[in-house]
């Protein structure tokens, strides 16, 4: 865990989900690999080509880009794939109950949390799969609202993402946290608004956080 800042008058937190709130491995691969292997499928690649392509892009990118991780839905997007096909392949290919189950642990956190703190869930993938992930871990009802990659059409880094998760919690940013395991994704842009940011590795350090 790395703590970067916590507000001061903390009222809201911004939780990702994949790898944040869940640490699975062979999920995560396949929330990749299942769109990789969509891509393949249309364009006649191998899926073993179109990996490639996509960490070429990846490397690429990071090369040109001082280190920083582009998002699979921008890297689709770099290859001709809207960012709305992006979200329907999500729907229809993501199953998380066959990768997860209820974590008591993580139940129990929030419920902590909830009593001193607005929760709002930030995500890469659609609404519909990640309250879908939220349903399988048991933790769905600590987070009325979620903001997936179809509420702005925009992938994390994007600004537009958390705006809204600000609006929706009537919460001004430097209000707010934001806990992820990413740091291009999840923290930086959050930490540039104003909001306070903690780095995870995983579920098991959002059982610790220090609020």
Known sequence: MKIYKIPENLQTIIFDIDSTLYTNAAYAFEQVDCQVREYARITGMTADQAREKVLNYRKEF???????????????????????QSVEWRKSLLEPKNFLSRDEKLIA?????????????????????????????????FFPEIVGL??????????EPFQKACEITGTAAENCLAVGDRYD???????????????????????????
């Open 185 to 211: 994704m999840d923290i930086s842009l959050p930490l540039q608004m104003g909001m306070g940011g903690i780095l995870v590795t995983g579920v098991e350090e959002v059982y610790k956080l220090p609020v």
């Open 62 to 84: 990071a090369a040109k880009n001082e280190g920083k991780k582009v998002s699979l839905g921008n890297t689709l997007l770099s290859f001709g794939i809207p960012i709305e």
């Open 150 to 159: 179809d509420t702005c059409y925009k992938s994390k880094p994007a600004l």
């Open 109 to 141: 956190k929030l419920t902590e949390l909830e009593k001193k703190y607005k929760l709002i869930c930030v995500t890469n993938n659609p609404v519909l799969p990640a309250r879908k992930t939220l349903d399988a871990l048991g933790v769905s009802a």
